[in-house]
Structures are given as structure tokens and as C-alpha cells.
């Protein structure tokens, strides 16, 4: 997916002031693409199996709905991820190191 304005670079405060479902990969902007209701299928039904099987446990299962910095230039919307010891003061991100589960086609 080519970036939103390829010549356009923000610092990474920039980028999470503005952040309205957008991947920031070392000062581009990608846009998010929407996903089809089987893609949303899997990754619910593979959060309810994690979810199920960490109840109880200090990890959890999130959606894509939570943005994860990769990298110090790099934020990324999984379809799912586990999360483990991360700081809960920090709403915006996830910083640490989660384990990523995507659901596209190959």
C-alpha cells in the first residue's frame, strides 16, 4: 500500500497528536485498510480462544484496535495481539514486546 503522502515526514509526536487509523513506518503515513467480515471472523475467533486460555494469567489478548510501536519509528495496528507486563499508564500505544498474530490472506 503506497504511503498517504510519500513525501510528507512527522515526528512521532506529530504522528500520535493526529492518529486516526493510520501505520507510521520511519516518517510515512500509511493509510489502515478495512478488513472483510471472515477476516474480522478469524480474528475474533482466535481472540476468544486466547482470551480463554490466559483468564486468570498476567498476559491478555487485544484487538486491532490498539496501536503497538515496533520500533522507535515504527507504529502498526495488528489484528491481534498478546500482551504481557505492558505499563497501563500508557493509553496510547503498546510498548512492549507483544506477540503479533496477523490474519491476512497469503
Not at 40 to 69: D, F
Not at 71 to 76: E, G, H, N
Request: overall charge neutral.
Amino acid at each position: 500500500m503506497p504511503p498517504v503522502h510519500p513525501r510528507d515526514y512527522l515526528s512521532v509526536e506529530d504522528y500520535l497528536a493526529g492518529e486516526q487509523r493510520y501505520e507510521y513506518v520511519e516518517g510515512k503515513v500509511y493509510a489502515r485498510a478495512g478488513a472483510s467480515t471472515n477476516h474480522n471472523r478469524i480474528a475474533g475467533n482466535l481472540y476468544a480462544l486466547i482470551w480463554n486460555h490466559q483468564r486468570g494469567k498476567p498476559c491478555e489478548p487485544m484487538t486491532s484496535n490498539i496501536l503497538v510501536k515496533t520500533t522507535a519509528k515504527r507504529f502498526r495496528y495488528p489484528d491481534l495481539m498478546v500482551v504481557c507486563n505492558d505499563d497501563p499508564s500508557q493509553d496510547t500505544y503498546v510498548r512492549e514486546s507483544p506477540i503479533l498474530i496477523s490474519t491476512a490472506k497469503t
